[in-house]
């Protein structure tokens, strides 16, 4: 199947690093997409729109196995609030939908015409092996090597993850 024309793909092609297309059919679970990818669900990353105030967004990647700390990322920002918006907003701040939001080819700040910050967890950097991220589209993803992809996206390493949370009944 052929990759879709996406900003993401057009972004990550223009880049210049390595990319691995995968198209796969929809996919209902972190465990259906790593296998799809022939990945570890670990080395799948969510990309993440975080409100930090009015009108200032960021991107937070976030290893599949984990999810965001409140906390730790509250601190590192310096506020005490942030929050996640809804899909509707995230898709006017971003240019994608849920599900297929990544920060390449993404929309800029309004404000300054510049990329979104992107925070991206520090186990994405101590682990080994590449990494998928989103293509802009559902069932499409871009597999890369992990320290090309913090270099391009200029991405703000730290500890902002913790261990999923069971989930519940």
Do not use: C
Request: hydrophobic content about 45%; cysteine-free.
């Amino acid at each position: 199947m052929d990759a879709p024309d996406t900003p993401a793909l057009r972004a990550l092609a223009d880049t210049g690093i390595d990319v691995e297309v995968t198209v796969h059919g929809p996919v209902r679970s972190l465990e259906e997409a790593a296998e799809a990818r022939g990945l570890d669900p670990r080395q799948i990353l969510k990309t993440l729109v975080v409100r930090r105030a009015a009108g200032e967004y960021l991107f937070v990647l976030v290893p599949g196995d984990r999810e965001i700390s409140w906390p730790k990322l509250r601190a590192l920002l310096g506020v005490n609030r942030i929050s996640m918006p809804d899909k509707d907003v995230a898709r006017e701040v971003t240019g994608y939908e849920r599900g297929t939001i990544t920060p390449f080819g993404a929309r800029p700040d309004p404000a300054t015409g510049l990329a979104w910050p992107v925070i991206a967890d520090a186990l994405i950097v101590s682990r080994e092996g590449p990494v998928s991220i989103g293509g802009g589209a559902h069932g499409v993803a871009a597999t890369v090597d992990t320290q090309q992809l913090v270099e391009v996206l200029e991405a703000r390493i730290a500890d902002v993850t913790e261990p999923l949370a069971p989930r519940q009944g």
